[in-house]
């Protein structure tokens, strides 16, 4: 796998590394092209502590835009813009304003926001709701891939032979959005998780059900960067995918893994 669109700046407040430090990585490990997705800003009562500022957004445009001239790989404009209900106007006019080539559509469910929300329901309900939540943030059409797509794990263990039902209507809404599944690598750096976003049991069901995948490594520093690539185009492979997706302006376009 050539490319990587999930990458974050120190401007999201727990990220190292200018765009031209992950570009140079990213030659190093043999890619051709990177997407920078760093956090959105969201309106001023939301959670603002893992993201940059409004205010902060041209900054991030213009650091982009300035390494993809001198970058030693195609370095493409991107965002992790959150999903809560009641943002959806905010988002799509924030990203109306700029040029982004790629959208990451993302739930944390350790925001605060949500802990509010779903903090009183059992374990087992909590997951179902997340998954709900990832279909409804599909079902907007605002974003382009529906990231690290089981990251509810952090809060309780996910048996997704358990909750296939609702992993379903997740990836059902993705499909008829016309929109892409993640595969992030991040967790295997995490010790507490191990394992991709997400596990093989929802890859393998995205591909019986045609939802086209994007690859991230969700890097926070330049050395994170294609973090596990060639497990992770194993994995695909393996649960019945044959391509990966990259986009211009927003765009897709598939890249055969063979």
């Excluded at 739930?107 to 374990?123: C, D, K, S, T, W």
Aim: proline content about 8%; overall charge negative.
């Amino acid at each position: 796998m050539t490319i990587d669109y999930h990458m974050h700046t120190p401007l999201c407040r727990h990220a190292v590394g200018l765009p031209l430090d992950y570009a140079r990585a990213a030659a190093a490990a043999g890619l051709e092209e990177i997407c920078m997705t760093c956090h959105s800003p969201m309106p001023d009562w939301f959670d603002q502590w893992p993201r940059m500022t409004r205010a902060e957004l041209p900054r991030y445009v213009a650091m982009v835009r300035e390494a993809a001239e001198e970058a030693p790989v195609r370095l493409k404009l991107g965002l992790e813009a959150d999903y809560f209900p009641g943002t959806e106007s905010y988002v799509e006019e924030m990203l109306g304003e700029w040029p982004f080539e790629f959208v990451l559509g993302s739930v944390h469910m350790l925001n605060p926001q949500y802990r509010e929300r779903f903090g009183h329901l059992p374990a087992h309900e909590v997951i179902d709701a997340y998954f709900d939540e990832l279909a409804a943030a599909a079902a907007t059409r605002l974003y382009d891939s529906i990231s690290h797509p089981d990251l509810v794990k952090h809060l309780t263990p996910v048996d997704p032979l358990a909750h296939e039902a609702a992993v379903r209507r997740m990836l059902q809404a993705i499909r008829e959005s016309d929109i892409c599944l993640e595969l992030n690598t991040s967790g295997v750096r995490k010790p507490e998780i191990n394992s991709f976003y997400p596990t093989a049991p929802i890859l393998t069901w995205a591909a019986e059900m045609n939802v086209p995948i994007t690859v991230g490594s969700d890097a926070h520093a330049p050395e994170q960067v294609a973090l596990a690539w060639p497990q992770a185009r194993q994995t695909l492979l393996e649960t019945g995918h044959r391509a990966v997706h990259r986009f211009t302006g927003r765009r897709r376009e598939a890249v055969a893994l063979d």
